[in-house]
């Protein structure tokens, strides 16, 4: 079975500084990866995805998550946070071989606050 | 990518009664999905709506309390059955498609449910 850990249920950055969401997996086949953003009162909005090609993957809004195998991780980063960014991100993974790209299994979130 | 349109987007229900919510897609999709955000927490699959037939359920999600039905490619709907309070959550509809070019999920804005 398939399992995401998010480290840290709260994060909070100045603007201007480093981003780091941290996510590991567990899976007993190649997975692919999705990082998902949550708005409020919104619905979630995919901001990148690893699926086997280029282990380093540039999303949207100057995001970008690397895989390591080694490491079973897939941590999302952003050089330089903006205001716009505080929402709830959430870690997926899903099993393209046997239950399709679609069918995620998520992680449990993380909220990202960003002061002045 | 596609439109997702969930109706109601939010609705406050008494217990007991129960509420069905539609997922409107504007283009044909093959896999449909209904997930489960309960208040601070993560997203949980409920089940995969299959056209045609009987919606494929997750461990801890029975039809008899969460019926789906999907006609067509482009609709789903779910509806949540006697329910009580443990029952308010956002409840998210996802769509896609299969094959290997079609590698992520797309979700709708999400109906949030109140059950007093």
């Known amino acids: 079975a398939q399992s995401v850990t998010q480290l840290g249920s709260h994060v909070s950055v100045s603007e201007g500084a480093l981003v780091l969401l941290r996510c590991n997996y567990s899976?007993?086949?190649?997975?692919?990866l999705f990082w998902y953003v949550q708005y409020p009162n919104q619905g979630l909005q995919l901001l990148l995805k690893?699926?086997?090609?280029?282990?380093l993957v540039k999303g949207i809004n100057g995001f970008e998550a690397e895989f390591k195998k080694s490491e079973t991780s897939f941590h999302l980063t952003k050089p330089s946070a903006h205001m716009s960014d505080a929402a709830e991100y959430f870690c997926?993974?899903?099993?393209?071989?046997?239950?399709?790209?679609?069918?995620?299994?998520f992680g449990t979130g993380t909220r990202l606050l960003v002061s002045p | 990518s596609a439109v997702i349109s969930q109706k109601p987007s939010r609705d406050i229900c008494q217990r007991g009664t129960s509420l069905t919510i539609q997922c409107q897609v504007d283009?044909?999709?093959?896999?449909m999905f209904w997930y489960r955000q309960q208040p601070g927490q993560s997203l949980t699959l409920i089940a995969t709506?299959?056209?045609?037939?009987?919606?494929?359920?997750e461990s801890g999600f029975v039809i008899d309390k969460f019926p789906i039905s999907r006609p067509n490619l482009t609709f789903s709907t779910l509806t949540v059955s006697n329910m009580s309070p443990e029952d308010s959550s956002i409840y998210l509809c996802?769509?896609?498609?299969?094959?290997?070019?079609?590698?992520?999920?797309?979700f709708g804005q999400g109906t949030r449910l109140t059950v007093v």
């Open positions: 690893y699926t086997s090609a280029a282990t």
């Open positions: 709506a299959n056209q045609g037939s009987e919606a494929t359920y």
């Open positions: 899976s007993s086949v190649p997975p692919y």
């Open positions: 283009s044909q999709v093959t896999m």
């Open positions: 996802s769509v896609g498609n299969r094959g290997s070019r079609n590698t992520e999920a797309f």
């Open positions: 997926a993974v899903s099993d393209p071989e046997n239950t399709g790209f679609q069918k995620l299994v």
